[in-house]
């Protein structure tokens, strides 16, 4: 079996998946996009996400975050 692209992309298809994905990154990007307030510690974060600040998700402590400056270290 061979392993990589059997042939090359044209222009067309790679131009379309660009598009595409370009459209997406917008969308992203833009103030539309799905933010949340995590209700743990307030800061902005994305809906349906774990807060990348605290953790915490659905009022529980999901991941330990280590924070940088102080070296602290929250054990859930
Ligand atoms: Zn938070």
């Known amino acids: 079996m061979t392993i ?13 998946r660009h598009a ?4 997406l990154n917008l969308v992203r990007m833009s103030d ?3 933010v ?3 209700k743990n510690c307030g800061a ?5 996400h774990v807060c990348s600040v605290c953790g915490y998700y659905k ?3 999901v991941i330990t975050i280590k ?10």
């Open 4 to 16: 990589g692209p059997k042939k090359k992309i044209s222009k067309t298809k790679w131009n379309t």
């Open 20 to 23: 595409t994905w370009q459209r």
């Open 32 to 34: 539309s996009y799905p």
């Open 36 to 38: 949340a307030k995590c």
């Open 44 to 48: 902005t974060k994305l809906a349906h």
């Open 59 to 61: 009022g529980k402590q």
């Open 67 to 76: 924070s940088k400056s102080k070296g602290k270290v929250i054990d859930a």
